[in-house]
């Protein structure tokens, strides 16, 4: 899964590696994403215009937002498949800009401590997950716009640490996902990103906490492979 990430590149930086228009005003460098919180998510290839979005998809027909708690991510396989996501496979697709993630390898003893990793691109360059969108209204008449991260199964460095990882894009394959309309060739898109071009690094489990977001997340602990 991916349950935490990164992007703490300043709004320049941010269009300019990954060809973005706009930037909301506000955006400021994150390094510890958590599900429920706002992230950035691109809709549309030609416009290119970051916007904020709850992560955590919450379907049109939920009762309430407490659903996209348990959405936070969904599997390349089923997306089709799955009544919550195979609208928006087919109609909203979005990219979650990122610089990173966090994964946490199980504990080789029953009950002891998973060990976060922060797991990152060589050079550090900025990518973007690949995602689905959808819009939620309340009983109120709030509008909710909403998102998940598409996960597939783990490439040679990754399997070391878990057993999925998020389907992660870079250059024109960002806007085919947005663009192209054939499941055949979107399917083709959500597959493990090349493991040579990856890196891990043990951090801190001062990232266990959401509420901590602070450059020291991302340091490195006793090693790197």
Known sequence: ???RFTLFLAADDLREELELNAVPVDWAPRYNVAPTQPVLAVTDPTERDAT?????????WAKDLSIGNRMINARA??????PSFRTAFAQRRCLIPANGFYEWQKSGTEKGPSQPYFISLREGRAFAFAGLWEVWHSPEGEEVKSCTIITTTPNARMEQIHDRMPVILTGERMWNWLGWN??????????????????????SRKVNDPNLDVPD???PGSHEF
């Open 182 to 203: 054939d499941p055949r060739q979107l399917a083709g898109l959500l597959a493990p990103y090349p493991a040579e071009e990856m890196q891990a690094v043990r951090v």
């Open 77 to 82: 396989e089923t997306l089709a498949e799955k």
């Open 1 to 3: 899964m991916c349950g």
């Open 217 to 219: 997340l991302v340091q």
């Open 52 to 60: 904020w979005m709850r992560w955590g998809l919450v379907p049109s």
